[in-house]
C-alpha cells in the first residue's frame, strides 16, 4: 500500500474505534473523532497531514 491508502486506512480506523468507544465506553471519545475530522479538513486546504509525514519518514512508498 502506498500513503494515500495508509492514510485512509488510519483515518477510517480511528474514526470507528472512537465512535465505538464514545458508544460504549466514554462520550470523551467523541472528542478525538472531531479532531481527526478538523484535521483531515485542514489538510483539505493546506495539503500537509501530520500522519502522511510520518508515514513518509516511516520509509512508506509514495
Not at 502506498?2 to 477510517?12: H, K, P, Q, Y
Not at 465505538?20 to 478538523?38: C, E, N, P, R
Not at 484535521?39 to 502522511?52: E, I
Request: charged share 15%; aromatic share 16%; proline share 2%.
Amino acid at each position: 500500500m502506498r500513503v494515500n491508502e495508509w492514510l485512509r486506512l488510519i483515518a477510517g480506523s480511528v474514526v470507528l474505534a472512537t465512535v465505538i468507544l464514545g458508544y460504549f465506553h466514554s462520550h470523551y471519545w467523541f472528542l478525538f473523532t472531531i479532531f481527526v475530522a478538523l484535521n483531515q479538513v485542514q489538510s483539505a486546504f493546506t495539503r500537509w497531514c501530520p500522519m502522511m509525514t510520518i508515514l513518509r519518514k516511516a520509509g512508506v512508498e509514495e
